[in-house]
């Protein structure tokens, strides 16, 4: 059984800092994915990563994936208010094409 | 472009009862993935349909079954329902997996 494990489970900071949170699995992922989710909605896509060591940036978020395809993590310059989420990392597995497999998430608090 | 559209948003239902949940995939999707998210987790993944079949399925009993229409929209049935079907039920659709899923707002059950 495949398992993704994020850390840190809460990150709370003020405006202006930086942070990253982490996605770790014992398996090899064919690709992974992070989400970000807010009370209420589904989770919104962000990112997919497929190569081992690739990085990829949206703006303020830098996205890496580890070289051995088991770890990837998410780094955000600059924290704002709106980054405030439940940030999700999800990866598919060898043979198992659209089954994601979910992290508990990373619940990130950015006060003004 | 209308996203993953779920419907209803919210349910209450009792225990041993019945329910039926609806998605309709964003436009030019024709993959449908259904996750289950219980407070403070991630989403766990139930089953995907595509052409009208169910191509995976995840760890979840018999009394979760589902449909797909041939206009790739689907639906989710939960049968002898128990407490601790209690959760969010997301709808996701994709047209190629390696670009990620589209999540709708999802169902918020609840079993009393």
């Known amino acids: 059984t495949q398992l993704l494990e994020q850390s840190p489970q809460f990150l709370s900071i003020q405006e202006g800092e930086n942070l990253t949170v982490y996605c770790n699995s014992s398996s090899v992922f064919s690709s992974l994915q992070w989400y970000r989710q807010e009370p209420g909605e589904g989770p919104v896509l962000l990112v997919t990563?497929?190569?081992?060591?690739e990085v990829k940036k949206l703006k303020r978020l830098t996205f890496q994936f580890g070289d051995a395809r088991k770890d990837s993590s998410l780094h955000i310059t600059a924290a704002q208010p709106g980054d405030t989420g439940l940030y999700l990392c999800a990866g598919e597995f060898g043979g198992s094409q659209g089954n994601l497999i979910f992290g508990k998430g990373t619940k990130l608090s950015v006060k003004p | 472009d209308a996203g993953v559209t779920q419907s209803p948003t919210h349910l209450i239902k009792t225990r041993g009862q019945q329910v039926t949940l609806r998605c309709s995939p964003k436009?030019?999707?024709?993959?449908v993935s259904w996750y289950q998210q219980a407070l403070g987790q991630g989403p766990q993944f139930i089953f995907q349909?595509?052409?009208?079949?169910?191509?995976q399925r995840g760890n979840f009993p018999d009394r979760f079954s589902g449909h797909q229409f041939p206009n790739y929209s689907s639906e989710l049935n939960v049968n002898a329902l128990l407490l601790g079907d209690s959760a969010l039920y997301l709808c996701a659709s994709s047209a190629d997996t390696y670009y990620g899923y589209t999540f709708g707002s999802g169902t918020r059950l609840t079993v009393v």
């Open positions: 990563v497929v190569t081992g060591g």
């Open positions: 436009s030019g999707h024709d993959t």
């Open positions: 349909y595509y052409e009208e079949e169910e191509r």
